[in-house]
């Protein structure tokens, strides 16, 4: 079955502009690792995984799933649970090389971030579908369909004025069974997300220039 497409059309030159001025506010974006206590409203966060859910995915199976954590108690668990990984990785099993790129990150085991951000987002997504308990169907390019879906999510919520912390932990088996989730669930990322605290610092990065990332074959 098909229906018309029914998307935004601009001219020209508004496209242009609203290209530019978007250029402007992502040049903005930033990982923080400090959050204010100050809570933004929970609307703003269930519009963006509003967003995120149109993402496009491998045969439209929308691999995907989030939970939206705002509970003290629950944020306090995951604290408690990703430090005892960030442990081990930095101090029991390290990767000499991989702790070295990551010195201008300044990141360590503690994790406070996980407490004081107002809200976490978890978000998961599976290979395969469970119906009844039985393996029911394949989902396709699983990790690149949560992967769009997730930069749309951070897309949002910094269009939306929010920050944005993203956590890859280093082992993540923890925090799907603890959320309960099904079995076929695996963990994506986690995402702090608040507003920055007052005057916080972030670690001066460059990013790479059009020059570097970008070859054109226009004509
Ligand atoms: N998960 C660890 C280590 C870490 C890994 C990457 I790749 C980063 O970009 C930053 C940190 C941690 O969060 O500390």
Same mark, same amino acid.
Do not use: I, S, V
């Given at each position: 079955m098909l229906e018309p497409y029914r998307n935004q059309k601009y001219d020209d030159k508004e496209a242009v502009n609203t290209s530019h001025d978007l250029v402007k506010i992502f040049e903005r974006r930033r990982t923080i690792r400090h959050f204010s206590s100050e809570a933004p409203s929970s609307e703003v966060i269930l519009n963006a995984i509003d967003i995120a859910r149109m993402a496009p995915s491998g045969a439209n199976r929308q691999p995907w799933s989030f939970c939206l954590i705002g509970s003290a108690e629950v944020k306090k668990e995951i604290r408690k649970l990703a430090e005892k990984e960030e442990y081990e990785f930095y101090h029991?099993?390290? %990767?000499k090389e991989w702790l070295k790129s990551l010195e201008h990150l300044h990141? %360590?085991?503690? *994790?406070a971030f996980l407490e004081e951000a107002p809200f976490l987002i978890g978000i998961f997504y599976k290979h395969y579908n469970v119906v009844d308990g039985k393996k029911d169907s394949t989902n396709y390019y699983a990790k690149e369909s949560v992967g769009i879906a997730t930069g749309m999510l951070i897309s949002a919520l910094h269009l939306s004025g929010l920050s944005v912390l993203t956590y890859t932990p280093s *082992?993540?088996?923890?925090?799907a069974p603890y959320l309960d989730r099904p079995s076929e669930e695996r963990t994506f990322m986690v995402l702090g997300v608040g507003l920055p605290k007052d005057n916080v610092l972030v670690p001066k990065i460059e990013k790479k220039t059009m020059d570097q990332i970008l070859t054109t074959y226009l004509s």
């Open positions: 029991e099993r390290p %990767n990141t %360590n085991e503690e *994790k *082992k993540m088996q923890f925090l």
